[in-house]
């Protein structure tokens, strides 16, 4: 008698049948399986709209299997409030780097925020530029070594790397606010699950949401990937702490 096979794990429907071509070791794959995991689980891949402006974001419009449009550089919320207001039933998220998110577009992530954006955010923090060759980013940590930053970020001249979870949560327009990382199974479990309460967040028409993802850049941090894999967790996770900035309930919980 043929036993029967249950099936237990497979590619998202999020996600078309193609292979990932991000540098070994880059964590947006990770980062973009679990949205797009998410999106199945909350049976929205019809009305699921995506956002990215320019970086390794780009990307995304090749493996996603839902709508997804692009936005000048950092201008990505401008984008996906428009998109959101013409259609309030979608469900618009931005998927955005630090290099885009937290440089060009810093004001455009703290005013859509601030008037609670029913809208939100992916942020993959690397903490470095990756795509356009590893220059110096806001979030770059002091010391750290960049194409730009030769011999090492210099707080007296370029000032502290920016926090952007524990900013954002100050504002009253902000309902879920979160930092995860994926450099672990339990930190993806976590990352995950911080995806699945912002998109609830926005579904349940609460107001703006963010998840800030800590990456690996193991190509422009000239690292291998489980050297970068480390460094992440030694270095970057100390200054940017993993938890819950922000719920609808208030800060912190």
Avoid at 6 to 23: S, V
Avoid at 123 to 149: D, E, F, H, K, W
């Amino acid at each position: 008698m043929e036993e029967k096979i249950e099936k237990i794990f497979a590619r998202p429907h999020g996600l078309k049948d193609l292979p990932f071509h991000y540098c070994p070791g880059c964590h947006h794959g990770i980062i973009q399986r679990l949205v797009a995991e998410v999106i199945d689980e909350l049976g929205v891949h019809a009305k699921a709209i995506a956002v990215a402006p320019v970086g390794c974001s780009v990307l995304l419009y090749e493996y996603f299997s839902f709508d997804a449009c692009g936005a000048a550089h950092g201008r990505a919320p401008a984008v996906a409030t428009g998109v959101k207001r013409v259609h309030p039933d979608a469900v618009v998220f931005t998927y955005q780097g630090d290099g885009d998110l937290a440089a060009i577009g810093c004001a455009e992530i703290i005013h859509a925020a601030a008037r609670g954006e029913k809208i939100t955010t992916i942020y993959v923090n690397n903490a470095i530029y990756g795509m356009t060759g590893g220059q110096m980013a806001p979030t770059t940590l002091v010391g750290q070594v960049t194409t730009t930053s030769p011999y090492g970020r210099n707080a007296e001249t370029a000032g502290h790397p920016v926090k952007v979870a524990e900013m954002l949560a100050t504002l009253d327009g902000a309902k879920f606010i979160a930092r995860a990382a994926v450099n672990t199974p339990a930190n993806m479990t976590k990352a995950k699950l911080a995806i699945k309460k912002a998109f609830e967040v926005q579904l349940n028409g609460e107001g703006f949401s963010l998840v800030e993802l800590l990456s690996t850049c193991p190509t422009n941090w000239g690292m291998s990937p489980i050297e970068a894999s480390k460094w992440l967790q030694d270095k970057m996770i100390p200054y940017y702490p993993l938890g819950i900035y922000k719920t609808v309930n208030g800060v912190g919980k």
